[in-house]
């Protein structure tokens, strides 16, 4: 007989069964196997027989022996937590070694380490439970403040004139919900000018509310200064029907010139026009002196001799900025008001420096004239605001932007509102980086800023905060955070 081989007396077999030889390699495979299986049952019986016993065990040395794991303050709360934490990680590790236990292996060093690990993970999932019951309370006072401000509106079957008049009763939440008061305050705005137009003239009035009543509140509160712009101020070229009398004093109201500028061929044929001077000489109506005032706070002048064109910005808080802005296109001129109001706007909310950074403008201002960096400037601020503004000319208007500028602060860095007006332009570009916002080359994609400022302007209402961003945008563009975050 093969020595390799057993044969089995025959009376041991089914009658079904016909004889058949196992190996002894075989034999001794399924011996370990049993054995194996013997081993994990009684490890599996000692852990249910003595659960207790093993947590006991664990929270002395963590008391005693392992100095709290490094962990302060050292009580019984602390002591607890780290048992609790090591305990969790035995029973993971013993999932593949049934044998193992901790402490066993581990230096105090190991333990330190897997206890800080497992605090860190518990305070976020704290965090993270307290953020979305935030949010939850959020999204259900949005709900109610949106439903308020819409039974309001609708008390006035979209008579706007009527709203612009009940302005003071717009319901705005508590605490007040920052686009509703920046409704109000649009509104109160045409309230002004209707009550201007009243103190000049009775006709003055009846025409600018006439066209006030062409409004409505279906896209939210227009903007009161492009209605002025559009609707009250004229240009030789399209006479408003209002008087003189009454472009002016809503002109200084307003504190603009009483001169429609929408657009920068509006801007660059308000420079060329022309009064008599001293001697009969023909001289341009504006100069350094007195400069057209349009946008947010931009002013416009021609040279002297009216051969050259300049634009210049002066915040609240700061020194100007001035363009020569005389070799460029009319809507070209439209992009460079739009770039100097938003330096403004931004100097005032602390950002300017991440604008420039942006933007990559020099402070000397030399490549901001330069057509093409001007064009890849209007992408830039047209994508930070969502596509509302500094895009085809068109000059920004409304200085309600400075609030978005301060919120989105908040939401591209991990800083939150720390970051308002940070001067660390190493950590804005990480932050940056980490949002795609700027890819590996150091360029803007537009298409992500583009999206930003879409979650910006959308989640006004709510408190995001940049891990919320971060995950939303790699929703949006997965294969542009391949290897981030890891």
């Known amino acids: 007989m093969p020595l390799d081989t057993i044969n089995l007396p025959s009376d041991q077999l089914s009658p079904s069964e016909s004889p ?3 190996s002894i390699g075989q034999v001794m495979a399924d011996g ?13 019986h000692q852990a249910a027989e003595e659960p207790e016993k093993s947590h006991a065990e664990v929270l002395l040395a963590v008391e005693n022996d392992w100095d709290y794991c490094g962990q302060v303050p050292k009580d019984s709360a602390t002591a607890e937590n780290a048992a609790n934490i090591l305990l969790a990680h035995q029973q993971r590790k013993q999932a593949r070694d049934p044998d193992y236990r901790v402490g066993e292996t581990e230096t105090r060093e190991d333990l330190a380490m897997i206890v800080d690990r497992g605090m860190r993970r518990r305070a976020r999932l704290v965090r993270e439970g307290d953020t979305e019951e935030k949010r939850s309370g959020e999204k259900e006072k949005e709900k109610d403040d949106a439903q308020a401000y819409v039974d309001w509106k609708d008390q006035f079957g979209g008579d706007f004139v009527a709203a612009v008049g009940a302005a003071d009763a717009l319901p705005v939440g508590e605490p007040p919900n920052p ?7 649009q509104l109160m705005q045409f309230r002004r000018i209707l009550t201007v137009a009243r103190t ?34 004229s240009s030789p070229e399209r006479p408003s029907g209002v008087s003189d009398v009454a472009q002016s004093a809503i002109a200084a109201e307003f504190k603009l010139t009483p001169r429609a500028i929408v657009t920068g061929t509006d801007y660059a044929d308000a420079m060329g026009e022309m009064r008599p001077g001293e001697n009969g000489t023909p001289v341009p109506i504006y100069s350094k002196d007195a400069p057209l005032i349009f946008g947010v706070g931009v002013e416009g002048y021609p040279s002297a001799n009216g051969q050259e064109q300049f634009m210049q910005a002066t915040p609240n808080h700061g020194s100007g900025w001035r363009l020569n802005v005389t070799s460029l296109s009319p809507v070209e001129k439209g992009i460079a008001a739009s770039l100097l109001s938003t330096w403004a706007m931004m100097e005032d909310a602390g950002e300017a420096d991440f604008l420039i950074d942006l933007t990559k403008i020099d402070l000397s201002l030399t490549n901001a004239i330069d057509p093409l960096a001007l064009r890849q400037t209007a992408k830039i601020l047209n994508g930070l605001y969502g596509g509302r503004t500094g895009y085809n000319g068109e000059i920004v208007r409304g200085d309600d932007k400075v609030g978005i500028i301060r919120w989105q602060a908040q939401l591209r860095s991990p800083k939150g509102d720390a970051a308002q007006g940070d001067r660390n332009a190493s950590m804005t570009d990480d932050a940056l980086r980490a949002l795609a916002i700027r ?19 959308d989640n006004w209402f709510g408190a995001p905060e940049y891990e919320d961003v971060q995950a939303h945008l790699a929703r949006l563009f997965p294969e542009k955070f391949v290897g981030k975050g890891e």
């Open 32 to 44: 370990d196997a049993a054995k194996r299986g013997r081993l994990a049952d009684m490890a599996a």
């Open 20 to 22: 058949s030889p196992r």
């Open 200 to 233: 000049v003239s009775p006709a003055d009035h009846a025409i600018i509310r006439s066209r006030m009543a062409a409004l409505d509140m279906s896209q939210g509160v227009p903007n009161a200064i492009s209605f002025i712009q559009a609707s009250v101020f």
């Open 179 to 185: 686009e509703l008061v920046a409704a109000r305050a």
């Open 439 to 457: 890819d590996e080359s150091g360029t803007i994609d537009i298409e992500v800023l583009q999206a930003f400022g879409d979650y910006s302007r």
